[in-house]
């Protein structure tokens, strides 16, 4: 406080001066009709300019909200289309609706937001804002509306890490789309938009710009899921299969919302290979 006083004390003469001129203007813009009108044009462009700034502040934040609304209805739909769907029976041709007992849901989709994404590793891992109170477990899938994203690794209360596809130790099933000849997916580490699609048997009919999608031989993924495009081809020497080049439909380095799948049939899945495999 004497800090202040003695600062204030310091620099009356520039106070007094400074009110000097306040009341002075103050006077002039009351009695002058042109100085008043300048004032007020002036004044009138900053506060416009005030509530141009706090109307385009809100409606950003109700982009964000809407942007999340629209992110939550997506995974509701995702969760009622067909291939989302198991169906019961084979005598039914057609479907009135999907809680009718000619279909039971075999997918759940979930929307999340990515907090933090590694992509210049060589495994490299995402974490998203989900977790075991949101219903998350370990080996569900991750998508976006354009492709694959990866697996679900650990789960904590309230955020996952996933095993993203630029990771050398996940493999993905996949098939070519046209011919339905189904191989592996992996990452070679160089180029985080291109990966290779290997078992594909020689007799397999396709052409550079065919679509790669999960083959749906997993319990994580189900079939039809877009990954991406044949870009190149080779079948190497004393092989039988082939070795595509695949182009992703997915930027790795720009993923901010996803949707987390999970196989509400797995456990049942799981169970019956197990026991055949104990046989």
Sequence with gaps: MQQLLFFLAKRKHFFL???????ALWLTIQNKDYHRAKFVNSTGNFIGSVYK???NWNS?????????????????LHSILMSSMFKIGENFKQITDTNSNRYTQQYKFTDASVVNNSYRNRNNHITINKGIKHGIKAENG????????GIIESVGENYSSVISLLNKNLLVNAKL???????????????????????IPKEAIFAIGDTITTGGYSTIFPAGINIGVVDSYEIPSGDNYYVIKVKSFIDYANIKYVYIIQNL???????????RNTK
């Design 265 to 275: 049939h797995s456990r049942e899945l799981s169970t019956i290979e197990k026991s």
């Design 17 to 23: 001066f400074l009110f000097i001129q306040i009341i």
């Design 142 to 149: 991750v998508v976006t509306s354009n492709g694959i994203i």
């Design 177 to 199: 789309k046209n011919s339905n000849h189904f191989g592996s997916l992996s990452w070679p580490g160089n180029d985080r938009n291109t990966f290779l699609l290997s078992d």
């Design 53 to 55: 700034f706090a109307s």
């Design 60 to 76: 950003y934040v109700g982009l964000i909200e809407e942007n999340q609304t629209l992110l939550e209805e997506n995974a509701k």
